[in-house]
């Protein structure tokens, strides 16, 4: 065995270690597996902005500059594209991990199609979100066409972030005065 399929046996074999005990654990206690992310911003600046903590950074998300925004802050839509890169990503890499495939690169793109006639309720008719949006994987390797659409598969199955956009949560929304 190689040096590189050694290491990629090796990372499968720590990953299956690494989840086991979750797993059972979930087998056994179904609820244990059901955990609350949480995400918090700041509306206290005088701007149209709002300052969100991501757990490694404070992000200024602001207005786009179709809507009239500055385009110094961080778009939402953006943001969302990123979150879907970075699952997606995280989610390939652990996938091929898990299947031993040798992967020795590769990038992650995301683009989406925004009407901003929606979003500044020029168009009643026209949409507010993402009309489409493409998910696409550029790859460093030389595995056959078949584990590659196992890999992408499999990613998309277990891709947290693009499951939520294709098979949207229950969702409500409140406001408190404080």
């Given amino acids: 065995m190689?040096?590189?399929a050694a290491k990629q046996a090796s990372?499968?074999?720590?990953?299956?270690?690494?989840?086991?005990?979750?797993?059972?654990?979930y087998r056994d206690a179904p609820?244990?597996?059901?955990?609350?992310?949480?995400?918090?911003?700041?509306?206290?600046?005088?701007?149209?902005?709002c300052?969100?903590?991501?757990?490694?950074?404070?992000?200024e998300a602001g207005l786009h500059p179709a809507?009239?925004?500055?385009?110094?802050?961080?778009c939402s839509g953006d943001m969302l594209l990123e979150a879907l890169v970075a699952c997606a990503g995280v989610t390939l890499k652990a996938v091929a991990t898990a299947l031993e495939f040798k992967l020795d690169g590769g990038r992650v793109h995301a683009e989406g199609d925004l009407d901003f006639r929606g979003t500044l309720g020029v168009d009643r008719n026209a949409p507010v979100g993402f009309r489409a949006i493409r998910l696409n994987f550029d790859l460093d390797t030389?595995?056959?066409?078949?584990r590659?659409?196992?890999?992408?598969?499999?990613?998309e199955r277990y891709c947290v972030v693009l499951q939520t956009l294709r098979n949207p949560a229950e969702f409500s929304a409140a406001i408190k005065v404080a």
Wanted: hydrophobic share 40%; glycine share 8%.
């Fill in 11 to 25: 990372d499968a074999a720590a990953l299956r270690e690494m989840q086991a005990p979750l797993k059972a654990k």
């Fill in 51 to 59: 300052k969100v903590e991501t757990g490694r950074a404070l992000v």
């Fill in 31 to 49: 609820e244990a597996a059901v955990v609350t992310l949480k995400a918090q911003g700041d509306l206290s600046d005088g701007a149209i902005a």
């Fill in 67 to 74: 809507t009239g925004g500055s385009g110094l802050e961080a």
């Fill in 142 to 146: 030389d595995e056959p066409q078949d």
């Fill in 2 to 4: 190689d040096q590189p």
């Fill in 148 to 155: 590659i659409d196992t890999l992408l598969k499999l990613t």
